[in-house]
């Protein structure tokens, strides 16, 4: 008898965790497309990047196919932004001008960066800022516990503007 009880508790506890783990999260979340009528023309998007760290590959990583090694990724609204990670460099501003697929409504930026090996023992962290027009439209700091990845998401939400041509 115990047997049996011991045989329907795993049951359920490893179904159980089975089935929150298939059930939680954003399954396929959909990349909104901007389109030219929604942010006008003259908005220029800047993001700038300042490390306390000079990005390494993470050599742990999982690469599959010919994926490239980088210890940078940078993506706005889930997309990928082209940015090269051995220009990361400690305390000196990583500035992507013209930063593409910023829309009016909610928008968010994803920063993960590895730290090198030699510097796992400190905290490291990383500066976002996100520029519109030379202001400040949102910023942060991310951190990483003892070489861990910095990892962040910085959500923020730009008005829609009506701009006419006078």
């Known amino acids: 008898m115990r047997f049996v009880l011991v045989v329907c508790l795993w049951v359920i506890v490893i179904g159980g965790l089975r089935w929150y783990y298939a059930d939680r999260g954003p399954k396929n979340i959909p990349v909104r497309e901007a389109t030219a009528s929604q942010v006008a023309v003259e908005d220029v998007f800047r993001l700038v990047l300042t490390p306390t760290f000079a990005a390494e590959p993470d050599p742990f990583a999982l690469r599959v196919g010919d994926e490239a090694a980088g210890g940078l990724v ?10 090269p990670a051995d220009s990361l460099r400690q305390g000196e501003p990583l500035v992507v001008e013209q930063l593409a697929g910023i829309q009016p409504g909610s928008n968010e930026i994803f920063v993960e960066a590895s730290p090198p090996l030699a510097a796992s023992g400190r905290s490291q962290a990383i500066r976002v800022q996100v520029i519109r027009a030379g202001q400040p439209l949102a910023e942060a700091t991310f951190w990483g516990e003892s070489g861990a990845r910095v990892v962040g998401s910085l959500p923020f939400t730009l008005d829609a503007e009506v701009r006419h041509g006078h």
């Open 74 to 83: 940078v993506r706005v609204n889930g997309r990928q932004v082209a940015v």
